[in-house]
């Protein structure tokens, strides 16, 4: 199995490895002298009717963790890609900052922002961008002949990322001989090269089809195992947010209108946007035990001991087989609820009723 080492920046710094804060985008002309008026607080409707110019992301702060996968998702216009390309100033802010690992990004200069570009940050489209004229191992190794690396040792890397991602004995096709979804594996294996601190996804599997796109979501997920990467991916698909999401952060009008983890967004939405989003999700595949335990009541339980953490339905089994409460603990074994079939049932036929 290849694996990759994680870069020191991201293995040594308590940092976060996205730090964002009172970010900002307008689109227009004046979008400066908005932002120092009254106007800046009118809606993005007003504002676009009063002056002519859009709010992209409004006021928008959130961390990611080392090691993170954070997905941003929201409905098309709520200023998800905008905002995926605020962190790398491929669109220049209006207000805020973003650093990256402890490095402003919106203070760099230009020579400085491409290096980082180059070495620390890949993304991945939804258009996957290959070089036609290319074979497969040419377009991996690509950012490395950019970046000045030796033929023998870009091409050595290449091969090690086209065989992580599967798709050794390729190598030297060409673009157009791959299906859709092993030109997006050429896309990921070429991001995965440069051994980024951190790999950006905007909407990449969105043009597949749904059976291909859900190999790909699962090859992520293997991915993410296997290198440990800090990941930033955009969708504007629940299902997929819910699937590969550490933590989301739901969107709205260029706003931030929730930020949690799957179970949380699901079990308790912000609002009546986030609640009709979350209103067709099967709970028992989401939802953690933490949220249909009941605290102990001081008499003994004896029962198998489940954790807060497991999705209600991999515990399912263990806790209706045993037809008692069984005992929930945390990360640290210490007992925090308990659980029996009825809790269980009443998440099931809860999702029936809802079906």
């Known amino acids: 199995m290849t694996t990759i080492e994680q ?25 400066d002298k908005i932002m120092q008026s009254d106007e800046a607080k009118l809606s993005r409707k007003e504002l676009q009717e009063k002056t002519g110019h859009v709010v992209g992301v409004r006021d928008v702060s959130f961390d990611v ?44 200069s230009d020579k400085a922002l491409l290096d980082t570009r180059r070495r620390k940050v890949s993304m991945v489209f939804q258009h996957f961008g290959l070089l036609p004229h290319r074979k497969v ?18 091409r050595n890397r290449a091969q090690e990322m086209v065989d992580l991602v599967g798709l050794s004995g390729y190598e030297n096709n060409f673009p157009d001989q791959l299906s859709g979804g092993m030109q997006q594996r050429v896309g990921l294996a070429r991001a995965l090269a440069a051994d980024p601190d951190i790999l950006m996804f905007d909407e990449p599997f969105s043009a597949l089809d749904p059976l291909i796109r859900r190999d790909m979501q699962n090859e992520v997920i293997r991915l993410h195992e296997e ?35 799957p179970d949380e967004v699901v079990a308790a ?82 999702e029936e009723d809802a079906s």
């Open 227 to 261: 290198v440990g990467k800090t990941m930033v991916f955009i969708t504007h698909d629940l299902a997929e947010a819910l699937k590969l999401g550490d933590r989301i952060l739901i969107m709205r009008d260029g706003e931030v209108v929730q930020i949690g983890t």
């Open 269 to 350: 939405p912000a609002d009546e946007y986030v609640r009709d989003f979350v209103s067709d999700v099967p709970r028992s595949h989401v939802l953690t035990l933490k949220w249909v335990m009941r605290e102990p009541d001081g008499s003994a339980v004896d029962g198998p001991v489940v954790r807060s953490d497991q999705i209600v339905r991999d515990a399912a089994r263990v806790v209706l087989d045993h037809h008692g409460p069984c005992r929930v603990v945390d990360a640290d074994d210490k007992v925090v609820g308990v659980v029996d079939d009825e809790d269980i049932l009443r998440v099931v036929v809860a």
């Open 137 to 154: 191992i040419d377009n991996v190794a690509f950012g490395l002949e950019v970046r000045g690396e030796g033929k023998g040792n870009r």
């Open 65 to 108: 963790a080392p090691g993170e996968v954070f997905v941003v998702m929201g409905l098309s216009g709520s200023g998800k890609s905008t905002l995926v390309r605020l962190l790398t100033r491929l669109i220049e802010p209006t207000s805020g900052t973003v650093q990256l690992y402890g490095e402003d990004i919106t203070a760099m």
């Open 7 to 31: 870069s020191p920046a991201a293995s040594t710094t308590d940092a976060p490895a996205v730090h964002v804060d009172g970010l900002w985008k307008i689109f227009g002309p004046r979008a």
